[in-house]
């Protein structure tokens, strides 16, 4: 910077000052349609690539976020590059110490070098996506970025959850294959089990009929305990992934108005009081 400043004086200095001023902005415009430029072009080449190849979609936008981040982190690099060269100073010097400053993460870093082996792994044999419904570093959600460094995990009460790949240590991805919607419905014990049945089954196909997330089922699969005070009939559904809830809040309502509408019971507490009479 000296060395640049001590080369002109007077009226040069103010010429320069100015032809860099305008290189500068040249520099930040080439930067912006770059980025620009790039990032369409990236989406463009994966929505082909969706469309061509059957790639599923949560496996499209993970490579495609991946992509734009590593395209950002050397375009940023490239943009650093020219503004130094921009004052006159040695722009190898600048690639020299890149080097340095790797060969240091290398030996110094080690849980950046984790975080990015895992990720890549993550990656590699495709564990996780975005959009999936999944379980990892003990938090529940859903992936809304998988990165080199980091997974983002949206939990279900809002929550982003920013967790290093290193911590990420076993993986459950509730978004392989269908999904198991299960209900729980209590009768008394004065009311007839198969009867009971009979009725529940005949509301689960009404909602077989009615529901297309439902991929089997749903089926009454009988007795599943005998309570205090109730017998306890499970009924069971497979459904689309991430429609499990939907399906098993449909099945309460369904299925306790039809016990309703047969007159069976579903027991609850009771309290009895007795009031002792004076003497």
């Known amino acids: 910077m000296e060395q ?5 004086s007077g009226g040069d200095f103010l010429i320069a000052i100015a ?12 930067f912006l349609i770059a980025r620009s430029v790039g990032k369409r072009l990236i989406s463009g080449s994966f929505s082909k690539m ?6 599923s979609p949560g496996r499209v936008k993970t490579l495609e976020k991946l992509t734009i981040n590593a395209f950002s982190y050397v375009l940023i690099f ?32 080690q849980g950046l ?3 990015v082996v895992t990720g890549f792994f993550l990656l590699l044999e495709k564990q996780i996506d975005v959009d999936d ?13 998988v990165g080199l460094r980091n997974t983002q995990i949206r939990g279900f009460d809002g929550t982003l959850h920013f967790i290093p790949n290193r911590a990420i240590g076993n993986v459950s991805n509730h978004s392989r294959g269908n999904m198991r919607a299960l ?11 198969d009867d009971a049945i009979a009725i529940l089954q005949a509301a689960c196909d009404r909602i077989a009929a009615e529901d297309e997330t439902i991929k089997e089922g749903p089926n009454v699969v009988g007795v599943q305990g005998l309570g205090d005070s109730d017998v306890i009939i499970r009924v069971i559904a497979k459904t689309e992934n991430m429609q499990q809830w939907a399906v098993e809040r449909k099945l309460r309502k369904v299925l ?9 019971e579903i027991p609850f507490p009771h309290q009895v009081y007795i009031e002792k009479k004076e003497q």
């Open 19 to 30: 032809t860099s001023i305008g290189q500068i902005v040249l520099a930040i415009l080439a």
């Open 113 to 115: 070098v984790s975080d």
């Open 133 to 145: 419904y999944v379980t990892a570093g003990g938090v529940d959600g859903i992936v809304e970025q």
């Open 78 to 109: 490239v943009f650093i590059t020219i503004i130094i060269s921009i004052f006159g100073l040695d722009a190898t010097g600048l690639i020299a110490g890149a080097g340095v400053v790797g060969l240091a993460i290398g030996f110094g870093a």
């Open 183 to 193: 209900v729980d419905m209590s009768i008394s014990y004065d009311d007839n089990i």
């Open 256 to 264: 306790k108005e039809a016990l309703d509408a047969n007159n069976i």
């Open 50 to 55: 969706e469309s061509q190849r059957g790639m």
């Open 4 to 8: 640049w400043l001590n080369q002109y």
